[in-house]
């Protein structure tokens, strides 16, 4: 490793770092702002300046830009020499010459990188007195405020929005000795990570449009280390709380899932946790069949009686609930009477996927491992919509083959401006196979769309020329096997591949396809890895647990008579055809409905109980790539709501089975959850227990500047009350606790002296960029079997072919509208689209239809009239009927469909 003098003090770093990365790394306070540990060096904004020294007799030295200068073995260096103290002043000084003076007023007050810059280098006096440069700002969205007066022309925003996430309509824009970063003209910015802008940002150009509606000063946030809960990804997330409302979502940096990113659902989908619809008390039907609040006590008498009375009790347990809450319905109504809440399509997708990681020699990727692939084959999944944080993992992903082609150049990998001028628009191969179009076409080096059928059949040819013992298709046309071997081809050379299929096209033969070529790639290169996508934050630790399809609970209750049907934080009408989920919730004599959201079940529900949410609740989840993740409550729950594995243990009480509930805090039940099911003891340690204390103190969730704790609640009581109690966690409910590093897992906030903005994860990292110390919060559950032998999957489906006077509808996504919790927040509700079918203009022609014309189409045993969305992209002979959008009822499995001008 190379040896690097700071000060005259020698330091080990590794190999092929910047100056700035490697000091950084090593705890030193270089200023900086163009340069960010994801999107390297540019040499833009000349903060970072140290002094460089020839040897050790050399005393002159020169002064260099720290994020522009490779850390080679016996490069010496001063910090605090005072000509690169002065410069970095002086530099400083530049920047802020047309910054305005409002840091009071400004919403980036106190979580300003700028602000920490400003003072570590040490201007704190302005010399200068004129009227400033200012500028328009623009309507950019319901996500994000724009104030332009406020840059300083770092470049960073429009770095990560074109050359990282592939943004196309921001751009720096520049006239004479103007620079403006924006849109050609207002409106939404058309990138799902937008958002990220507020944490790329230095200053306060971009911020937080939905914090602005309820603001808080950030020191006065209570935070907590989370889970998004709309994918299945399981990006860490940071929830921010004040007076008993969710104010905003920050990313919470781990360099296996999510790293420094989120999608814009995960980042503003939280209003929910503060809609209207939540459900804060007991609710009991009485005899006139209106729902009625009750006390708590009420309903637990009430339910427990029903329980005891009923002859069997059936548990419908949820993808979006936690671990621990479903194995207690389960311990509630017993293995055998324990049904997952998807349909039957879904589980057996969702089974075959389990079935793939758990019981085939390719291990699971990271979003980490994506990243890094250097070619990637994507089978059936829109991912952009069903994965997002996985599009922008793929979109790094098309860097490293074009990367590793340049080393005779002599660019170093951070040298940001150098390798892309010299990769130019030269991609890596990433081929997609869907049934439309999909965000990511652009960027592909072939975009094949094709019926599910036609998708499988080319991945299963693929496999078949990766290797010979995998089943070959017959009557492949020319031009499919042309693509096959074009893809196999490229997946053979690379060094690091990966498959990503998934369950949201609907058809298992893609995923056993896309299984068939990790299979075969994994024979002869074991880096090979392969991604899943999987639809809900739990889906994978649900199908894990087991149980039977919801649909065929139906029929439980009709054979066993006397029955009581126990929902889980599900909507059935979101799963089931509407006259299925009718049929369920009437043939049951009495329905328990646990959730935090009223939806059409709750309105059926004879009792509903208040479940918390993420926000107010201790959990764990599963991703889609086998790591259990720990989640804790970002605020005590108000009121009678409670977690949904609490209710559950005080219904085990309340209905005789068990004397007193037999769970009083969350480490009793995950202990109970691993002596039952033994595939779960990794969660065990997926963070410390709530015993864990660090110098005897707990972590506290209110930073050390928290204030207003006595006003808060001034109303009630003018003396400082008492913080809640958490039975759950290590984590406070106050200001008072443990203050330095606790485990990656437990970390609530990112801060370190001299760093308030999120630009603090660097003192949290045992290398900058690298893993968190201590480890990157998450335990896998899933490891592949290495000496297992290979056994392909051999069933290939008939080619697709068009039938007369039918189309073969399939589902789409939209990031923003197709999840059923996001849509509550009012952001996400404006981007969302209006339901609608989209098909191919020949069909289109057919029918005699244009343009948002109308057709009455009937999915499942429901009408729905759409407007036509005509779209070239769509393969003849199919539709695309996106899924959860308000309207629309529908499983999302494949089926044949005559579509009716209306």
Same mark, same amino acid.
């Given at each position: 490793?190379?040896?690097?003098?700071?000060?005259?003090?020698?330091?080990?770093?590794?190999?092929?770092?910047?100056?700035?990365?490697?000091?950084?790394?090593?705890?030193?306070?270089?200023?900086? /702002?163009?340069?960010?540990?994801?999107?390297?060096?540019?040499?833009?904004?000349?903060?970072?300046?140290?002094?460089?020294?020839?040897?050790?007799?050399?005393?002159?030295?020169?002064?260099?830009?720290?994020?522009?200068?490779?850390?080679?073995?016996?490069?010496?260096?001063?910090?605090?020499?005072?000509?690169?103290?002065?410069?970095?002043?002086?530099?400083?000084?530049?920047?802020?010459?047309?910054?305005?003076?409002?840091?009071?007023?400004?919403?980036?007050?106190?979580?300003?990188?700028?602000?920490?810059?400003?003072?570590?280098?040490?201007?704190?006096?302005?010399?200068?007195?004129?009227?400033?440069?200012?500028?328009?700002?623009?309507?950019?969205?319901?996500?994000?405020?724009?104030?332009?007066?406020?840059?300083?022309?770092?470049?960073?925003?429009?770095?990560?929005?074109?050359?990282?996430?592939?943004?196309?309509?921001?751009?720096?824009?520049?006239?004479?000795?103007?620079?403006?970063?924006?849109?050609?003209?207002?409106?939404?910015?058309?990138?799902?990570?937008?958002?990220?802008?507020?944490?790329?940002?230095?200053?306060?150009?971009?911020?937080?449009?939905?914090?602005?509606?309820?603001?808080?000063?950030?020191?006065?946030?209570?935070?907590?280390?989370?889970?998004?809960?709309?994918?299945?990804?399981?990006?860490?997330?940071?929830?921010?709380?004040?007076?008993?409302?969710?104010?905003?979502?920050?990313?919470?940096?781990?360099?296996?899932?999510?790293?420094?990113?989120?999608?814009?659902?995960?980042?503003?989908?939280?209003?929910?946790?503060?809609?209207?619809?939540?459900?804060?008390?007991?609710?009991?039907?009485?005899?006139?069949?209106?729902?009625?609040?009750?006390?708590?006590?009420?309903?637990?008498?009430?339910?427990?009686?029903?329980?005891?009375?009923?002859?069997?009790?059936?548990?419908?347990?949820?993808?979006?609930?936690?671990?621990?809450?479903?194995?207690?319905?389960?311990?509630?109504?017993?293995?055998?009477?324990?049904?997952?809440?998807?349909?039957?399509?879904?589980?057996?997708?969702?089974?075959?996927?389990?079935?793939?990681?758990?019981?085939?020699?390719?291990?699971?990727?990271?979003?980490?491992?994506?990243?890094?692939?250097?070619?990637? /084959?994507?089978?059936?999944?829109?991912?952009?919509?069903?994965?997002?944080?996985?599009?922008?993992?793929?979109?790094?992903?098309?860097?490293?083959?074009?990367?590793?082609?340049?080393?005779?150049?002599?660019?170093?990998?951070?040298?940001?401006?150098?390798?892309?001028?010299?990769?130019?628009?030269?991609?890596?191969?990433?081929?997609?196979?869907?049934?439309?179009?999909?965000?990511?076409?652009?960027?592909?080096?072939?975009?094949?769309?094709?019926?599910?059928?036609?998708?499988?059949?080319?991945?299963?040819?693929?496999?078949?020329?990766?290797?010979?013992?995998?089943?070959?298709?017959?009557?492949?046309?020319?031009?499919?096997?042309?693509?096959?071997?074009?893809?196999?081809?490229?997946?053979?050379?690379?060094?690091?591949?990966?498959?990503?299929?998934?369950?949201?096209?609907?058809?298992?033969?893609?995923?056993?396809?896309?299984?068939?070529?990790?299979?075969?790639?994994?024979?002869?290169?074991?880096?090979?890895?392969?991604?899943?996508?999987?639809?809900?934050?739990?889906?994978?630790?649900?199908?894990?647990?087991?149980?039977?399809?919801? #649909?065929?609970?139906?029929?439980?209750?009709?054979?066993?008579?006397?029955?009581?049907?126990?929902?889980?934080?599900?909507?059935?009408?979101?799963?089931?055809?509407?006259?299925?989920?009718?049929?369920?919730?009437?043939?049951?004599?009495?329905?328990?409905?646990?959730?935090?959201?009223?939806?059409?079940?709750?309105?059926?529900?004879?009792?509903?109980?208040?479940?918390?949410?993420?926000?107010?609740?201790?959990?764990?989840?599963?991703?889609?790539?086998?790591?259990?993740?720990?989640?804790?409550?970002?605020?005590?729950?108000?009121?009678?709501?409670?977690?949904?594995?609490?209710?559950?243990?005080?219904?085990?009480?309340?209905?005789?089975?068990?004397?007193?509930?037999?769970?009083?805090?969350? #480490?009793?039940?995950?202990?109970?959850?691993?002596?039952?099911?033994?595939? /779960?003891?990794?969660?065990?340690?997926?963070?410390?227990?709530?015993?864990?204390?660090?110098?005897?103190?707990?972590?506290?969730?209110?930073?050390?500047?928290?204030?207003?704790?006595?006003?808060?609640?001034?109303?009630?009581?003018?003396?400082?009350?008492?913080?809640?109690?958490?039975?759950?966690?290590?984590?406070?409910?106050?200001?008072?606790?443990?203050?330095?590093?606790?485990?990656?897992?437990?970390?609530?906030?990112?801060?370190?002296?001299?760093?308030?903005?999120?630009?603090?994860?660097?003192? /949290?990292?045992?290398?900058?960029?690298?893993?968190?110390?201590?480890?990157?919060?998450?335990?896998?559950?899933?490891?592949?079997?290495?000496?297992?032998?290979?056994?392909?999957?051999?069933?290939?489906?008939?080619?697709?072919?068009?039938?007369?006077?039918?189309?073969?509808?399939?589902?789409?996504?939209?990031?923003?509208?197709?999840?059923?919790?996001?849509?509550?927040?009012?952001?996400?509700?404006?981007?969302?689209?209006?339901?609608?079918?989209?098909?191919?203009?020949?069909?289109?022609?057919?029918?005699?239809?244009?343009?948002?014309?109308?057709?009455?189409?009937?999915?499942?045993?429901?009408?729905?009239?759409?407007?036509?969305?005509?779209?070239?992209?769509?393969?003849?002979?199919?539709?695309?009927?996106?899924?959860?959008?308000?309207?629309?009822?529908?499983?999302?499995?494949?089926?044949?469909?005559?579509?009716?001008?209306?």
């Amino acid at each position: 490793m190379p040896t690097i003098y700071v000060e005259g003090q020698p330091y080990e770093v590794s190999p092929g770092l910047n100056l700035l990365h490697a000091c950084l790394s090593l705890g030193f306070n270089i200023p900086y /702002f163009c340069w960010h540990p994801a999107m390297h060096s540019v040499g833009a904004c000349r903060q970072c300046a140290v002094k460089l020294f020839k040897d050790e007799n050399d005393t002159k030295g020169k002064i260099v830009m720290s994020c522009m200068t490779l850390a080679r073995d016996g490069t010496r260096i001063s910090i605090a020499d005072p000509q690169a103290v002065w410069f970095r002043k002086v530099a400083i000084e530049w920047l802020m010459l047309n910054h305005p003076h409002d840091c009071p007023v400004c919403d980036e007050g106190g979580e300003c990188h700028l602000q920490d810059m400003t003072e570590m280098c040490g201007h704190v006096y302005r010399r200068t007195r004129f009227k400033k440069r200012t500028y328009r700002n623009q309507y950019l969205g319901p996500f994000l405020t724009h104030e332009m007066n406020r840059c300083i022309q770092c470049y960073r925003c429009v770095r990560f929005y074109r050359g990282y996430a592939g943004g196309r309509d921001f751009h720096t824009l520049a006239w004479h000795n103007s620079v403006y970063f924006g849109r050609h003209q207002d409106g939404v910015l058309q990138s799902k990570f937008s958002g990220n802008l507020v944490e790329v940002c230095p200053t306060g150009v971009f911020d937080d449009k939905t914090l602005a509606r309820h603001y808080v000063r950030k020191w006065d946030l209570q935070t907590a280390p989370s889970i998004c809960v709309h994918c299945a990804l399981g990006c860490n997330t940071i929830p921010g709380a004040r007076y008993g409302t969710l104010r905003r979502i920050r990313n919470r940096y781990n360099g296996d899932v999510n790293s420094y990113w989120l999608c814009d659902r995960g980042r503003y989908g939280y209003e929910f946790v503060n809609s209207p619809q939540r459900i804060r008390r007991p609710l009991l039907r009485n005899g006139d069949g209106r729902p009625t609040l009750a006390a708590k006590e009420t309903a637990l008498t009430q339910i427990g009686g029903v329980l005891r009375e009923s002859r069997h009790v059936i548990g419908i347990g949820s993808a979006r609930a936690s671990l621990e809450s479903n194995f207690a319905l389960r311990c509630l109504v017993g293995p055998e009477n324990f049904y997952l809440g998807t349909c039957r399509a879904e589980v057996q997708l969702l089974s075959a996927a389990i079935d793939v990681l758990r019981n085939g020699p390719v291990p699971s990727a990271s979003l980490h491992e994506a990243a890094w692939a250097d070619a990637v /084959f994507v089978l059936g999944e829109d991912v952009p919509n069903v994965a997002p944080v996985l599009e922008l993992a793929l979109r790094q992903s098309t860097l490293r083959k074009p990367s590793d082609t340049i080393q005779d150049l002599h660019i170093e990998p951070w040298n940001d401006a150098a390798l892309r001028e010299a990769i130019q628009t030269e991609k890596g191969p990433l081929f997609l196979a869907t049934t439309y179009s999909t965000d990511l076409d652009a960027s592909a080096t072939q975009a094949y769309h094709a019926a599910p059928q036609d998708i499988a059949r080319l991945g299963f040819a693929v496999a078949n020329l990766l290797d010979a013992n995998a089943p070959s298709v017959p009557g492949l046309l020319a031009p499919i096997a042309a693509l096959a071997r074009q893809i196999a081809g490229q997946l053979a050379e690379a060094r690091r591949p990966l498959v990503v299929a998934g369950v949201h096209c609907g058809m298992g033969a893609v995923l056993q396809a896309a299984a068939n070529v990790a299979y075969a790639l994994q024979r002869k290169n074991e880096n090979t890895r392969i991604c899943l996508a999987a639809p809900w934050c739990n889906s994978l630790g649900l199908g894990m647990m087991g149980g039977k399809c919801v #649909d065929s609970a139906i029929d439980a209750l009709r054979a066993r008579g006397s029955t009581t049907l126990v929902v889980l934080e599900s909507d059935l009408y979101r799963h089931l055809d509407v006259a299925e989920a009718n049929n369920l919730l009437n043939t049951a004599n009495h329905v328990v409905v646990l959730d935090s959201l009223r939806h059409k079940t709750t309105d059926k529900a004879d009792f509903v109980l208040p479940a918390g949410t993420f926000a107010e609740s201790t959990g764990t989840f599963v991703n889609n790539e086998g790591r259990a993740q720990r989640f804790f409550a970002v605020l005590p729950p108000a009121g009678e709501v409670q977690e949904s594995w609490r209710w559950i243990g005080e219904l085990l009480a309340a209905s005789g089975q068990r004397s007193s509930a037999p769970w009083q805090t969350f #480490d009793e039940i995950v202990e109970d959850l691993v002596r039952a099911m033994p595939a /779960f003891a990794p969660v065990a340690r997926a963070a410390p227990s709530a015993d864990f204390r660090m110098a005897g103190q707990r972590i506290p969730r209110q930073s050390h500047r928290y204030s207003g704790r006595t006003a808060i609640h001034a109303a009630v009581n003018v003396h400082e009350p008492q913080p809640p109690a958490d039975p759950d966690s290590p984590l406070a409910f106050s200001m008072e606790g443990y203050l330095n590093q606790p485990p990656s897992s437990l970390i609530p906030r990112f801060w370190a002296p001299q760093w308030n903005s999120v630009q603090a994860v660097n003192k /949290f990292q045992e290398e900058v960029a690298g893993v968190l110390r201590g480890g990157n919060p998450g335990k896998r559950l899933i490891e592949p079997q290495a000496d297992g032998q290979v056994e392909y999957f051999t069933e290939i489906p008939e080619a697709f072919e068009r039938r007369e006077g039918y189309l073969l509808v399939v589902p789409g996504y939209h990031v923003f509208g197709s999840e059923e919790l996001s849509i509550l927040s009012s952001g996400v509700a404006e981007l969302a689209p209006m339901p609608y079918i989209a098909v191919n203009p020949e069909d289109a022609g057919k029918l005699i239809v244009r343009e948002n014309g109308l057709v009455d189409v009937a999915l499942s045993t429901t009408s729905h009239y759409l407007p036509v969305r005509i779209a070239p992209a769509v393969p003849p002979g199919l539709a695309v009927v996106p899924m959860g959008l308000p309207g629309i009822q529908w499983n999302g499995q494949p089926v044949w469909k005559k579509l009716l001008r209306t």
